[in-house]
């Protein structure tokens, strides 16, 4: 029997707690924190996480400075935004929503945004502090689903330290920053990745599982450790037939019904991982402005 992690509620609650903060923080400086968020072209999904970014960070309290750019706006000219909105006071974080078209580079434009002004945490300098800081907060800007997961995991209240903990995918955004949090809480961590041999054996060595692959159910019952806390990260769209009739579904990274059965605690997919990164984004985006206040 497992516990299913309710990544909605959770975050519902660190939303809760910074609008808070946010109403505090205006009556202490007279102002709010701002997110320019950039978006180029019309990918559907990239809207999708947009409009929710925005309505997130509006309930909060957060100013949102929308840029909605032609899909075949040159590298130049976006460069040249980013530019003005790092020396934009009222913006306090930058989020460029990812992919980008093909004749933008990513991570240049990534690495254009003001380390101060990274709301998404993928920013070398903050990647470095990341990697260097003793610990996980203090005013640091994290990227947002791994930071999540840990929220997650910190809510089960549970000792993390000395726990296994094994990360499945070794990417920038998702398992790397991962791994390094999970270090910090003293776990001793193994990354897994496309190339590791023997997965199912590693992981069944896991206390905690994070799985950050994009194969859909990859991750199998026999492969969990009895009583393992599994975090599925992945959102895989598959088509299934129900009842004669062909439908998309979400599903994660870890065939659900079968980790049940062995985790001690689950994240569901959708309604785990994925809004809590959100809620995060929207935490870093205070921490910006808090730190750009305490900078003046
Ligand atoms: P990515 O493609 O950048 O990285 C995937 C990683 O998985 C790679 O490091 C690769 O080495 C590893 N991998 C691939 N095949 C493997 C295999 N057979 N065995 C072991 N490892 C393997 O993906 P990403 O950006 O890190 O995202 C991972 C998943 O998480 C995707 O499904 C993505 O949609 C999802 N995601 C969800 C959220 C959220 O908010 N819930 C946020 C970001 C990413």
Known sequence: MSIIIDGKKIASNLRNELKKEI????????????LAVVQV???????????????????????????????????????DLINNLNKQSNVNGILVQLPLPKQIHEQTILDAISPDKDADGFHPVNVGKLSIASNNDNNLLIPCTPYGCLLMLRGLKIDLVGKN????????????????????????????????????????????????????????????????????????RIEVEINGEKKTVLVGDVKYNEAFKKASAITPVPGGVGPMTIACLLRNTTIAFKNSNLNV
């Not at 309290?61 to 032609?70: A, F, K, Q, R, S």
């Not at 054996?201 to 969990?224: F, M, S, T, Y």
């Open 23 to 34: 109403t505090e923080l205006k009556k202490k400086y007279g102002s709010v924190p701002g």
């Open 165 to 236: 903990a094994v990360v499945i995918g070794r990417s920038n955004i998702v398992g790397k920053p991962m791994a390094q949090l999970l270090l910090k809480e003293s776990c001793t961590v193994t990354i897994a990745h496309s190339k590791t041999n023997n997965l199912p054996k590693i992981c069944n060595n896991a206390d905690i599982l994070i799985a950050a692959v994009g194969k859909p159910e990859i991750v199998r019952g026999e492969w969990i450790k009895e009583g393992a806390i599994v975090i599925d990260v992945g959102i895989n």
């Open 41 to 79: 072209g019309n990918v559907a999904a990239s809207s999708v996480y947009v409009k929710a970014k925005t309505k997130n960070a509006l309930e909060v309290g957060i100013e949102v400075i929308d840029h909605h750019l032609d899909e075949t706006i040159t590298q130049e000219l976006l460069l």
